[in-house]
């Protein structure tokens, strides 16, 4: 027995003997994580006769059916860490704070991986307060409502929200993918040590936190010309710690094929200068910079593939936005300039609200612009860029997709005028990712005047509103 605990019983035996009765109680508890020694069950009710700040301990009865020894040999009370019991005023209250404990009063669990992360909230974005270890065990508490957790594919992972309690009695939520549930109901339980922290490791944690992206990105990004099409595919490295699962999924331009594996690991080991090893995969990672992450595995058994990735600067939902506006406002800039445009030669061109649009009269650009057969209606795409070169002599660039088909797509340079819209065909080798950065060396162009409808086209109407293609409000900022 400790010196402190000796002095602490001492004192609680003279102040028993002097001035109070050690059978009056201090109130009632109900056991969170069950006792070794005597073997008494979590979720049991006990009576609390001293509370120990200075030792950090309960000192509660042990109910009869739990002693241990015959006669006057036998303990009736025993010391429980203060943050393993709740107190009650009253034994009611206990009991009904028992009874709502039930169904989960003898259930644990253990981590399958380390570095596993208990949360202040019911949701992966929220703080961690505790990082598991491989192997150590937490006490379920309760069931919580939450949001799931989300897989690297994008798919929510099977298991639960629980509030738990670990060993030192931090209490947060945790997710129950990567826990073994098992029951114990007291006694004897081989409980993984709790190893003294060496301090974060901050660079692991900037790793994990970040959204990192494939390379190839970071001009884009940089540049602000956002192509929504290849953000939609979700490339990137995801090392999700939730699932024990780190997904690679990217353009491999190097042989034209999407590279799209998933590695689980079951921690996440230092292996040198800013860089980790994936325990239980073939899986590496390094950081050459705060913002710049270096991917290596191993492919057929000694091929080594090397990835670089960049992080996301800012919220990728926020980028979406931002360019989803930007769309909106260039098109409604045409809209509003219309909606209705009229060429002698080309025919009338409608351009509805909802991004959808109806041309007719534009047989003289078919075939060698726009495709036969195709039909007169279609989505008005806002994806493109313009060089800086041209911008002193065009507004912008869109794309019609008639029939709302990506093979059908032409696109066009425009310029918004006083009397109208001027539009100028580009071919597909005039355009750089989603910029148009030459136009053609003989342009097609076609003038159209406001508002206007000539007598010898024939005009077909425009598509209602109400009747017009569906979403086509996301289409045309959204792109396909």
């Known amino acids: 027995m400790s010196l402190n605990k000796f002095r602490f019983y001492m004192l609680m035996s003279m102040l028993c003997a002097l001035f109070v009765s050690c059978t009056k109680l201090v109130g009632w508890g109900v056991l969170l994580w069950s006792s070794e020694n005597p073997a008494v069950p979590s979720g049991t009710v006990l009576p609390v006769y001293i509370q120990s700040n200075i030792n950090e301990v309960w000192v509660a009865g042990i109910p009869e059916a739990y002693r241990t020894g015959e006669g006057s040999n036998a303990p009736d009370k025993f010391e429980i860490p203060l943050k393993r019991m709740e107190l009650f005023s009253t034994k009611k209250a206990a009991l009904k704070r028992s009874e709502e404990f039930a169904q989960l009063a003898v259930t644990y669990g253990e981590t399958l991986q380390d570095g596993l992360p208990i949360r202040e909230g019911t949701d992966n974005n929220t703080r961690r307060v505790y990082r598991l270890k491989k192997g150590e065990t937490v006490k379920l508490l309760a069931k919580a409502e939450g949001s799931p957790a989300i897989s690297s594919t994008g798919e929510p992972l099977p298991g639960d929200w629980y509030q738990v309690i670990t060993q030192d009695g931090t209490i947060g939520y945790c997710f129950s993918y990567r826990l073994r549930l098992f029951e114990y109901s007291g006694g004897a339980l081989d409980i993984a040590p709790i190893v003294e922290e060496q301090g974060e490791d901050a660079d692991l944690n900037m790793a994990i936190s970040k959204t990192w992206i494939p390379e190839s990105y970071e001009a884009m990004l940089t540049d602000n010309k956002i192509d929504l099409d290849m953000l939609n595919q979700q490339w990137g490295f995801y090392p999700e710690q939730e699932a024990g699962e780190a997904r690679l999924f990217l353009k491999d331009i190097e042989n034209d094929k999407i590279i799209d594996k998933a590695f689980f690991y079951t921690g996440i080991q230092p292996s040198g200068t800013r860089a980790w090893r994936f325990e239980g995969a073939s899986l590496q990672m390094q950081l050459r910079s705060d913002n710049i992450l270096a991917v290596q595995y191993t492919e057929g058994g000694s091929a ?24 909106s406002a260039l098109f409604m800039r045409i809209y509003n300039q219309g ?35 195709v039909p007169s209606t279609g989505k008005i795409i806002m994806r493109l860029y313009i060089d800086s070169s041209l911008e002193d002599r065009y507004t912008g660039a869109f794309t019609l997709q008639f029939g709302g088909e990506t093979v059908s797509d032409v696109d066009f340079l425009y310029s918004i005028e006083d009397q109208g819209l001027r539009i100028e065909y580009i071919p597909k080798t005039g355009i750089d990712g989603v910029t148009v950065i030459r136009k ?6 076609v003038y159209f005047s406001k508002g206007m409808v000539y007598a010898e086209t024939p ?22």
């Open 304 to 327: 080594i593939r090397t990835f670089l990735f960049v992080a996301l600067s800012g919220n990728l939902d926020d980028i979406i936005l931002q360019e989803n506006a930007r769309r």
């Open 339 to 373: 909606p209705l445009f009229s060429s002698a030669n080309y025919g009338t061109l409608t351009v509805n609200r909802n991004g959808s649009f109806s041309w007719s009269g534009f047989d003289l650009l078919t075939p060698h612009i726009i495709p036969a057969f």
């Open 440 to 445: 053609d060396m003989s342009p097609t162009v």
């Open 459 to 480: 005009q077909s109407p425009a598509v209602p509103e109400e009747t017009a293609l569906d979403d086509a409000d996301e289409v045309f900022l959204m792109g396909e």
